[in-house]
């Protein structure tokens, strides 16, 4: 089978997009040809020969005209080459490869995950052949089309590390970009209620999600010099989606704020590495089993986020219950059997 995949950024130095690196990689071990059309191209190497690239050009610069017509220029020169075309995640790639898609009867599979619905959303599920998402959450209409596959982690690139040294300090990470939606200021008072008990390092990696959210930032930075905090959170800019397994494996905790909807991405990531999360997000309790109550706590509540850390900060079953929530992750959301469901969506 010969696909088309069409993607906003193909480059495994990034660190929001890295991760389509790994799908493109997987995906191609599953069909004899991948063509791929990206709007940006960055670091590509390594990818298998049966993979061939083709960048609408933003790397040189935002300009929509250019991008357009070199879309139309990636559409007429794969389509009449592949038997499907899958589109991930931005509607706008549904609408602007359907008429070729429709012209020369090629199925569209589209990939979408997130609590968004607009007219572009009600749009390809009028013109895409199959939806696939991560969860029933995940693409909010109620379609004959959706097909609900889980998540794809890279479990052989996120996994556990060697047994670490033991420390005195108590980590905690939490990866997500600097926006109010991760919820950095509950966590920051979290921690300024248990700094005097428990002796404790936290990292936040992740750069600003959009420009005009550098206020939002400086807040984060005002309320952590008013606690006296500076010596214990950490902002680390972005990193590599690749490079992110260091962080999580050094880790002995993870937190992730954001309030119930689609599972983030981030916390599959960490549960890959073997590390126990801390989320405010109740779609994972089914993944959580029976140690749901001790990794689920109430949304904003700060002292519920501070008693949480505090009890498994003193939990000697750390690591039993990473690996329980590792096996989750490689069982329900491992990369492989994601790119052998999209491959299987074709042939229905």
């Known amino acids: 089978m010969n696909l088309l995949m069409i ?44 993979v061939e690239i083709f960048s609408l050009g933003k790397e040189r610069g935002k300009n929509r005209l250019r991008e357009f017509i070199n879309f139309q220029r990636g559409a007429l020169k794969f389509i009449g080459k592949v038997d499907g075309v899958f589109c991930h995640q931005n509607p706008e790639y549904t609408i602007l490869i359907f008429p070729y898609a429709k012209f020369f009867r090629k199925k569209i599979v589209s990939w979408y995950s997130h609590k968004a619905i607009n007219w572009k959303v009600k749009l390809i599920n009028v013109l895409a052949d ?19 596959i889980s998540h794809g982690i890279d479990t052989e690139l996120f996994k556990p590390a060697p ?4 420390s005195d300090i108590f980590r905690i990470i939490s990866v997500g970009r600097i926006s109010p939606i991760k919820d950095y200021k509950t966590l920051i008072k979290a921690i300024s209620i248990i700094n005097n008990n428990i002796n404790i390092k936290v990292n936040i990696i992740g750069g600003l999600g959009l420009d005009n959210q550098q206020n939002y930032f400086k807040e984060l930075q005002q309320m952590i010099k008013e606690k006296r905090l500076e010596s214990i959170i950490n ?8 490079k ?13 704020l954001c309030p119930t909807g689609s599972p983030d991405k981030a916390v599959l990531e960490s549960m890959a590495c073997g590390l126990p999360v801390l989320v405010a997000n109740e779609t994972f309790k089914d993944g959580f089993g029976h140690y ?6 109430k949304h904003g509540n700060v002292k519920d986020l501070a008693k949480k850390i505090t009890d498994l900060a003193g939990n000697s079953q750390l690591k039993e219950i990473g690996l329980y929530l590792r096996e ?14 999209i491959v299987t969506t074709y042939k229905r």
């Open 328 to 341: 989750q992750v490689v069982k329900n959301h491992n990369l492989d059997n994601l790119m052998g469901k």
């Open 244 to 256: 992110l397994p260091k962080y999580y494996q050094e880790s002995d905790l993870s937190i992730n």
């Open 235 to 242: 902002f680390k800019n972005s990193i590599p989606n690749r």
């Open 7 to 50: 993607t906003r950024k193909v480059d495994k130095d990034d660190s929001q997009a890295g991760f389509i690196y790994g799908w493109v990689k997987k995906l191609a071990q599953n069909v004899d040809v991948l063509k791929v059309i990206c709007l940006e191209k960055g670091n590509t190497k390594g990818l298998p020969d049966n």
């Open 130 to 148: 199959k939806i696939v998402t991560p969860t029933q959450e995940a693409f909010g209409l109620e379609s004959d089309k959706k097909i609900v």
């Open 292 to 297: 749901a109550d001790e990794l689920i706590f």
């Open 163 to 166: 047994p670490k040294e033991k």
